[in-house]
């Protein structure tokens, strides 16, 4: 019986010590600092909102822990010990491991803004950051979001929900273009705007002003606008969590760099999800993968190394999701923001402007490489398999049927699609599959 | 827009304000002409008047007095009644010494003649009761005294008891309805008067209120999810409001089931409608059907703009709209008005737990074609359509598209649909509560047809009667409508339909072994947050299936589709597709490294 211990308690860390559990009998510990148990992290919005209490974000009941003898350990681990293998806590107190899971996640980033760490500026990333986050937003008259990507407009839906004002600082000339192509991102660009907030695209934010107890009370952007404001969420991406680790002799860079099995270089200490850097990158996948799904993935794999039957981290296609206020959104394969060279793609947009999908095709082989889908609900199984059997962009079209996810009654737009594949090719005649 | 709503709001709270006032609004008034429209037999008339002489042609207010002045009449009618016709101990000392043959004591039935020979209406009634209720007793021979004295004491107790109220008194059942008929016949005032002005100042205001404030939510932003601030809510979240709102429903239906005379100027409110429908009168239930109505069809509007952007939600809610409307509430009235039986033709034994009871079968087959058709008909639903359409839609065809307690726990009890215990322990409690309900529906309707087929009263000893009036009382009455309802705002909407209705229990039980009908998962793409759990009125902890790519195949799902409407990464799907794979593994897709089964 082995003495695993797991820092972190986030998607990664309980995935990794629910499967171990599942396979052995080892001796598991999860310490954690944010929370005595599991949440979603992902769902800390609808708190703020009043979608649901902090409780019901918490995926499993607390007597399940007991019950599936996963012990649980709320402190801060302040150093490791990989020598001894031996972990110190803040309150001094040490423990030992035999094999140890850095599942620690990240923290939002700072790039030296002044007046990043007055009051009232945050990131939105733990469960203390909600906690912080309903205290400065009260009574406030306006909140301004910095950085354009999933987390800053899930910030501004938050505020909207409290009736608070939002300006949205977007460095870039589009909402989130270094990964959504040009025809969506100008989807969530007018969504946002429908949503009454106040959108600023190619704006960057100079300094944070503080009132004279020292919280934020205006933005300068970089255009030397001044904007009054009391609370400042900052949402330029997140940065692995790695900072305790200096002197503990693994190695790091952005991330803890990891094998394929997720090992670090300190033999029985592994990484995993959002703190993880990988040596090698997989093909068309970034080094540190800071996604829900892929921290998941990285849990399930480590446990069946962890349990002797080892296993390297091979996620199959990509694919992802999230929701821009009203428009959901789902991603299979890839779908960069710029065409690559052997790229060619078919794009389809509903006359409402709220629902689209964008297929990525080989231009020599036909095959599809990727699809987005705004508004409109894929099945996973589908595009997975037909991504793994490398099907052309002509059998997806006529097959569409298959791959829809919505609700019984809802519109369909399949016909619609189909004919616009064929008026825009000449010579192609395709047939929808019924 | 906030302006058209706080209007609306106002309009409704005056409404509704008006209405409870009106409760105590009307004066009561008992005169002759009431009471022999109403008390037909001519001693018991006699009997009231008397007793009743000092009430005569006074105003009274407010209801609660009047009905404590009736009440008092009838027990002191009954008290007297037991006080000069009940069988004396000196009586029956009498009977055993005129019994008396040598050591033995052989009872003739005869003998009553002895002890009471008068021609006066006491001792005439004692005879004819004492010879109907212990003809048994004629020829027998006792050995000991005690014995015969108890068996006599026997006969004069159930005589006590059954004979004399019944003949010379009131009965408790006929005390409960005379309470309530003489209340509203003697009910005067503004209300009566002018039925139709306070239709307008307390309906009308009420629907208008809501409609100011329901129907500017259309501009509340671009169609999508609302629920913000429902946990920060007072109103939904348990807060003041939503206890001060349950404590009302709980005491309507406390009033509607069990002292409905109370709120006899709310029904008088309602009798012009009535007329107008049915060509009579209106009684309780049609206040209740009414107000039930325009609550499914007011809170069917905010449904349909709530969830606007999703087809599946309004096609429903339209649905539970029009079966509420047209066949809860307006074809069995009009059945009536055409001297047809009441029938309410979309609602399913043992739901409709009377259904067999022995007068519904008689006012049926009585009725001629369209009787028998309604006979057929019910019985083709609980045998053919439940089975056959749960089979191929799932329980949902019913419980959430037809069913009137699911309309109303669909519209009315959408605001409070997160309050549902998702616990595993709430679960147990469920199964089993749910499937001894209908075990008990299934015992009393067999009883019950039993007693219609045999003519006997009791099975293994059993009343027929008393059980049905048991699950009447405590089932039909406390269950489905004081919990079932008036818990919403405490317990989630569907507190009746999870723990206690038998129908849903059947319909599950075909929805769990045998039925296309399951809510798929979308490959790997949950994430855990729980807006599907946390809005599932059933209480069905929709994730815990969801994050491990399971199917969700549960007994209890009504099909109601929020899940899927609430989860922001398109997770969840209502579907009916083969049986095959329904109880798939469940499989996370996405991971390569192995084939994850979670």
Redesign the interface.
């Known amino acids: 019986m082995k003495n695993i211990v797991i820092i972190g308690n986030g998607i990664s860390g309980i995935t990794a010590a629910r499967h171990i559990r599942k396979m052995s009998k080892h001796k598991i510990t999860v310490i954690s600092a944010e929370t005595d148990h599991f949440f979603s992290r992902t769902a800390l919005m609808y708190v703020y909102m009043g979608h649901m209490r902090f409780d019901n974000i918490k995926p499993y009941e607390n007597w399940f822990w007991k019950k599936n003898k996963i012990d649980l350990v709320r402190s801060y681990v302040s150093s490791i010990q990989t020598g001894d293998k031996m972990l110190v806590l803040d309150d001094g107190s040490t423990l030992n491991y035999d094999v140890l899971i850095l599942a620690v996640g990240s923290k939002p980033n700072k790039f030296g803004w002044p007046g990043q760490d007055l009051k009232g500026v945050q990131g939105l990333y733990s469960f203390q950051d909600l906690e912080s986050m309903q205290q400065y937003t009260e009574n406030i008259e306006r909140g301004v979001v910095v950085g354009g990507g999933l987390i800053g407009v899930e910030m501004a839906e938050m505020l909207l929900s409290r009736n608070i004002p939002v300006t949205f600082l977007v460095r870039e000339e589009s909402f989130w273009n270094v990964v959504l192509p040009r025809e969506e991102s100008e989807m969530i660009n007018r969504h946002i705007r429908e949503h009454h907030v106040d959108l600023r695209l190619s704006t960057e934010l100079k300094e944070i002003l503080p009132d004279e107890n020292g919280r934020a009370q205006a933005v300068v952007t970089n255009h030397g606008e001044k904007i009054s404001c009391q609370f400042v969420g900052l949402t330029a991406g997140v940065s692995p969590n790695i900072g305790f680790l200096k002197d503990s002799g693994i190695e790091t860079q952005r991330g803890i760099m990891v094998d394929p099995f997720l090992l670090t270089n300190v033999p029985d200490v592994y990484a995993i999800g959002d703190c993880a850097q990988f040596r090698e990158p997989l093909p068309n996948r970034r080094p540190v993968e800071q996604v829900w799904y892929t921290g998941r993935m990285m849990g399930e794999v480590v446990a069946r190394t962890v349990c002797g039957k080892k296993t390297a981290y091979k996620p199959g296609v990509w694919f992802n999701s999230a929701k821009f206020f009203d428009i959901e959104y789902q991603t299979y394969g890839h779908v960069w923001s710029q065409l690559k060279e052997n790229e060619e793609q078919f794009y389809w947009e509903h006359r409402d402007g709220k629902k689209c999908l964008k297929f990525v095709f080989d231009k020599a082989s036909r095959k599809l490489l990727g699809v987005n889908a705004f508004g409109i609900r894929i099945r996973h199984e589908v595009l997975d398999q037909w991504l793994n059997e490398g099907r052309t962009i002509e059998f997806v079209l006529e097959n569409l049927k298959k791959a829809n996810f919505d609700p019984e009654f809802f519109k369909r737009h399949e016909s619609e699609v189909i004919d616009l594949y064929n008026r825009q090719n000449a010579g192609a005649n395709l047939n929808l599959v019924k | 827009m906030k302006f058209i709503k706080t209007i609306g709001l106002a309009l409704f709270l005056v409404g509704f304000g008006i209405f409870n006032a009106s409760f105590f609004l009307n004066q009561f008034q008992l005169n002759e002409k009431i009471i022999h429209t109403y008390i037909t037999d001519s001693p018991k008339q006699n009997l009231f008047k008397e007793q009743a002489s000092a009430l005569m042609d006074q105003q009274i207010s407010p209801g609660f007095t009047f009905v404590g002045e009736v009440a008092a009449i009838f027990e002191a009618i009954n008290e007297e009644a037991l006080q000069s016709y009940s069988i004396k101990e000196d009586e029956i000392d009498k009977i055993i010494a005129n019994a008396r043959k040598g050591d033995a004591f052989s009872f003739q039935i005869q003998v009553l003649s002895e002890v009471y020979p008068g021609n006066d209406p006491v001792s005439a009634f004692k005879r004819k009761a004492f010879s109907d209720y212990g003809n048994w007793l004629d020829g027998r021979s006792f050995d000991d005294r005690e014995t015969f004295r108890s068996n006599l004491q026997n006969v004069a107790g159930n005589i006590k008891e059954y004979g004399i109220i019944s003949q010379k008194g009131f009965d408790t059942y006929t005390i409960k309805n005379l309470k309530y008929s003489l209340t509203k016949a003697a009910s005067i005032g503004p209300v009566n008067d002018n039925p139709v002005k306070y239709l307008w100042l307390t309906y009308v205001l009420c629907i208008a209120g809501a409609m100011l404030y329901i129907l500017p939510k259309i501009k509340d ?5 609302k ?7 007072a109103m939904k979240n348990v807060g003041w409001l939503g206890i001060l709102t349950g404590t009302y429903l709980i005491l309507f239906y406390i009033f509607l089931y069990f002292y409905p005379e109370y709120m006899t100027t709310w029904i008088i409110m309602v009798d012009p409608i009535s007329e107008f429908l049915k060509g009579s009168e209106a009684g309780r239930f049609f206040l209740y059907g009414f107000i039930y109505t325009l609550c499914i069809l007011v809170m069917g509007v905010r449904m349909l703009i709530k969830y606007r ?4 939600q ?2 429903r809610t339209v649905s539970v709209m029009f079966f509420q409307t047209a066949f809860a509430f307006l074809i069995p009235e009009i059945l009536l008005r055409l001297n047809q039986p009441y029938f309410d033709f979309k609602n399913i034994w043992p739901l409709d737990y009377d259904f067999f009871f022995d007068n519904e079968l008689s006012t049926l087959v009585s009725s001629g074609g369209l009787g028998i058709f309604m006979l057929v008909w019910g019985i083709a639903l609980i045998l053919i359509a439940v089975p056959v359409f749960v089979y191929f839609f799932g329980k949902r065809w019913y419980c959430s598209w037809v069913c009137g307690c699911g309309g109303l726990a669909e519209t009315l009890g959408d605001p409070y649909r ?1 309050l549902s215990d998702k ?2 322990k709430a679960w147990r409690v469920e199964r089993i509560l749910i499937h001894a309900v209908l075990v008990f529906a299934v015992l009393m309707t067999v009883g019950v047809l039993y007693t219609y087929f045999t003519g006997t009263g009791s099975l293994m000893g059993i009343s027929t009667y008393k059980i049905r009036e048991v699950y009447g009382a405590w089932i039909g009455a406390g269950f489905a409508g004081v919990v079932g309802t008036g818990f919403y705002p405490l317990m989630g909407n569907r507190v009746w339909c999870r723990f206690g209705c038998p129908l849903a229990a059947y319909l599950g039980l075909v929805q769990r072994f045998k039925s296309r009908f399951r809510i798929t998962t ?4 949950c ?5 599907c ?2 809005y599932c009125e059933m209480g069905i902890d929709v ?2 299936y969801a ?1 491990r790519g399971q199917n969700i195949v549960r007994s209890s799902c009504v099909g109601c ?1 929020v899940c ?3 989860c ?3 997770v969840l ?2 579907e009916n597709r083969d049986e095959n794979g329904r109880f798939g593994k469940p499989i ?7 084939k ?1 089964e979670a």
């Open positions: 932003g671009p169609p999508g999810i629920n913000n601030g429902i946990f920060h809510s952007h999703s087809r599946y309004m096609v997160q616990s595993l979308n490959g790997g793409q994430i855990s947050c729980g807006n759990s946390t994730r815990w994050q589709g899927s409407s609430v922001p990464r398109g799907n209502l996370l897709i996405g991971n390569d490294s192995f994850v």
